[in-house]
T-cell receptor
Framework: DAGVIQSPRHEVTEMGQEVTLRCKPI?????LFWYRQTMMRGLELLIY????????DSGMPEDRFSAKMPNASFSTLKIQPSEPRDSAVYFC???FGRGPSGNTIYFGEGSWLTVV | SQQGEEDPQALSIQEGENATMNCSYK?????LQWYRQNSGRGLVHLIL?????REKHSGRLRVTLDTSKKSSSLLITASRAADTASYFC???????????FGKGNQVVVIP
């Protein structure tokens, strides 16, 4: 299995620009998660989907952040407009079945975002 | 809020020694999981222990869970340089599909 695939791996953008991060979960997985990792706050869950439907977006920091999952094999996390404090590593992860309550989740390699 | 607080935060050991990390949490859990993160990489699942289990082994890894103390430990035996990484505990709460991660525990194994 190819694992969770994220793109881009690295992105440097200027403040105010739109950033779109992409994720392809593991085939057959029905849960998809977006996490953000920073030194200060550690790993934070931003949003998760079950069967392409957003279930909990309480971790999305503000309206500048949005996430979509148009089908079972693709999800995007968009930041518009981006700010320097959005600089972080963004991880996509997926799992199958009962989700984290019963199973492990599999992480992608992350998208390293720097906003200057 | 974050559940799962690892202790100690950083550990430096010689190759061949054992490394032990602890994790505490606050609320009742369904399971507790340990993940490893190598520098610049994503998190990799190591082991999952359910709330009704007390100990679990996987290769050189041994995990214990004490639900009365709301704590878990991860033991890496006969450490290798390749074990150098950050280790995270994560808790899954009943009825909640959120997996809450601790801040991580950096382990450096000196060859």
């Amino acid at each position: 299995d190819a694992g969770v695939i994220q793109s881009p791996r690295h992105e440097v953008t200027e403040m105010g620009q739109e950033v779109t991060l992409r994720c392809k979960p593991i085939s057959g997985h029905d849960y998809l998660f977006w996490y953000r990792q920073t030194m200060m706050r550690g790993l934070e869950l931003l949003i998760y989907f079950n069967n392409n439907v957003p279930i909990d977006d309480s971790g999305m920091p503000e309206d500048r952040f949005s996430a979509k999952m148009p089908n079972a094999s693709f999800s995007t996390l968009k930041i518009q407009p981006s700010e320097p404090r959005d600089s972080a590593v963004y991880f996509c992860a997926s799992s199958f079945g009962r989700g984290p309550s019963g199973n492990t989740i599999y992480f992608g390699e992350g998208s390293w975002l720097t906003v200057v | 809020s974050q559940q799962g607080e690892e202790d100690p935060q950083a550990l430096s050991i010689q190759e061949g020694e054992n490394a032990t990390m602890n994790c505490s949490y606050k609320t009742s859990i369904n399971n507790l999981q340990w993940y490893r993160q190598n520098s610049g990489r994503g998190l990799v699942h190591l082991i999952l222990i359910r709330s009704n289990e007390r100990e679990k082994h996987s290769g050189r890894l041994r995990v214990t869970l004490d639900t009365s103390k709301k704590s878990s430990s991860l033991l890496i035996t006969a450490s290798r340089a390749a074990d150098t990484a950050s280790y995270f505990c994560a808790t899954a709460i009943y009825g909640n599909n959120r997996l809450a991660f601790g801040k991580g525990n950096q382990v450096v194994v000196i060859p």
